[in-house]
């Protein structure tokens, strides 16, 4: 039987003491944050609460808060916070802006405010969203909030509950695009965002309809904007043609998605969690993540479907879990493409893949993985280590396929993998004149059939010191005591696991998202005479 080292008793003081310097931290910042209202530390306060009264108010006083949100934007400066206690607010309105379009919604925001909500009307300095729920709900008309053109500064939405959105019928003409939206037809059901900066932060996104037609971004949709932050945000339950949790296009500046959890959504066509798609030329990060139970219903990409188009590290996703979501076509769990004549480059670690499949009813590949990675049309090289894959019903881990144009390659780099219950590990094809590559090193294959599978003409399978053993992976898909993936990985550089653990804790990591260890607790023994 393994018996990991003894070696935690001398690390348990300094981990203890680094944790509670971090919590305190943490704490001091939240309540920087909420009182100063971010980084603003001399900004216009204005009040609103569902009791208030619109008539001559400025919202200045929390005694006489202002009635509608609407309101109190419509009085703020740029730079203003806006604070909003608990309740019900709908009541949607059609908005003409430039070049006569229009735009429906309960919140329209055309300058950099914050936007809070969680207050009660008894305590206007501290914020509560679980205990104090603020509710845009624009009951099936319109979008909860509308966020455009904001060019001199940051807007900051934080503390709300937006639900009950339906853009039917209000986006673009028939057969328009790149007026409302980028695409043809409706978009952005909760939450729509273009040619801005925001911070979406602590958020509750809940059953919003992006709209007919080709439509996008069910819950949220993100289009031309810039310096992007998204933290703390759940979105659950939204629908859309493609995106169905959120869509981004037009993206050229940096997106950050932090501790936030992307849940049962459903898009008809692609990307039932998240559609990066059409010019995604800037880096987008997913970080402490959880993409679960998203479907695709006729296309790829069940949790993720991206096409990138830009040289340079495009796509960074770091401690997510990929889970339950569902696909017609490619990438059950995760669809990645790349188009443009450029490199495009995407990092994927501490990733935990498990219960990802097809569609019900629809018919079965061998293409069918929970990861596929597409050249499409140009070249894309992707990176991957400490992934642990298990309980998927799928054929393959990885589907990779390059483009069909000569001269073309995919290259993928995998590290240190865990894979469990596969009829084949790594699924390839190549074609006249483009190449497939796969180098793995440090693979652990349990109850893996095959381990390469060519298609087409010969890609390149690279295997390096591959491993056969029994994880021990437990309903949480963490390595257990007598795990075989322990002290046995390549020591690629990476510094923590997918809950924030040191790696490695020895002398070498494991392999898989998850660095076992096990805690040691020594009491003094009293000899009693």
């Known amino acids: 039987m393994y018996v990991r080292k003894q070696r935690l008793f001398v690390f348990l003081p300094f981990v203890f003491g680094i944790v509670f310097l971090v919590l305190m931290s943490l704490f001091i910042i939240y309540q920087v944050d909420v009182v100063a209202g971010g980084n603003e530390i001399n900004q216009t306060i204005r009040y609103v609460s569902p009791d208030g009264n619109d008539t001559g108010n400025d919202c200045l006083l929390s005694s006489s808060p202002c009635a509608t949100i609407q309101h109190a934007v419509d009085q703020a400066d740029p730079g203003d916070e806006v604070r909003i206690a608990q309740g019900n607010f709908s009541g949607s309105q059609t908005i ?43 009951e099936g ?43 043809t037809d409706a978009c952005g059901g909760g939450v729509y965002v273009h040619n801005s900066s925001v911070n979406l932060r602590t958020l509750q996104i809940l059953n919003n309809n992006a709209g007919d037609g080709s439509s996008e971004g069910g819950g949220i949709y993100l289009w031309d904007a810039w310096n992007l932050l998204i933290d703390c945000v759940n979105v659950i339950n939204n629908v859309a043609m493609n995106g169905a949790g959120m869509a981004v296009t037009e993206q050229h500046f940096p997106l950050t998605i932090l501790n936030s959890n992307f849940e049962s959504n459903v898009a008809e066509n692609t990307g039932g969690g998240i559609h990066l798609r059409s ?10 993540s959880r993409l679960a139970n998203n479907i695709a219903t006729s296309e790829d990409g069940g949790g993720l479907e991206a096409r990138l188009s830009a040289d340079g590290l495009l796509l960074q996703m770091d401690s997510v879990w990929v889970q339950d979501n569902q696909a017609n076509d490619y990438g059950f769990g995760i669809s990645l493409e790349a188009a443009g004549p450029v490199t495009p480059e995407a990092s994927f670690s501490n990733l935990i893949l498990s219960g990802n499949k097809r569609v019900a009813g629809s018919e079965a ?35 990779a396929e390059p483009s069909h144009n000569n001269g073309k390659f995919v290259t993928i780099t995998i590290t240190n993998t865990l894979l469990s219950g596969f009829d084949y590990a790594f699924t390839a094809m190549d074609t006249e004149g483009s190449d497939t590559t796969i180098q793995h090193t440090k693979t652990l294959f349990h109850d893996v059939a095959v381990d390469h599978n060519p298609l087409g003409v010969s890609p390149t399978f690279i295997s390096v010191d591959p491993i056969t053993g029994n994880p021990m992976l437990n309903e949480a898909y963490h390595l257990e005591s007598e795990s075989e993936a322990i002290d046995v990985g390549y020591d690629s550089g990476m510094d923590h696991d997918i809950d924030g653990n040191p790696r490695p804790f020895g002398n070498t990591p494991d392999i898989g998202a998850d660095e076992y260890f096990q805690s040691f607790f020594y009491l003094p023994i009293i000899n009693k005479k």
């Open 279 to 288: 010019n995604i030329e800037s880096l987008v990060t997913i970080k402490n």
């Open 365 to 399: 590949t061998p293409k069918d993985a929970v990861i596929s990675i597409n050249g499409l049309f140009t070249n894309l090289v992707v990176d991957m280590e400490h992934i642990t894959a298990a309980d998927n019903q799928s054929p393959s881990f990885l589907y």
């Open 96 to 138: 003409m802006y430039t070049d006569n379009y229009t735009y429906t919604q309960v919140v329209f925001i055309d300058q950099p405010i914050i936007l809070r909500g969680g207050f009660s009307t008894g305590d206007w300095n501290n914020s509560n969203p679980n205990q104090n729920e603020t509710i845009i709900d624009p």
């Open 141 to 183: 008309n319109g979008r909860g909030i509308t966020i455009i053109d904001t060019m001199n500064g940051p807007v900051t939405i934080e503390g709300l509950t937006v639900t009950g959105g339906d853009y039917t019928g209000l986006g673009n003409p028939p057969g328009v695009q790149n007026q409302k939206c980028r695409s």
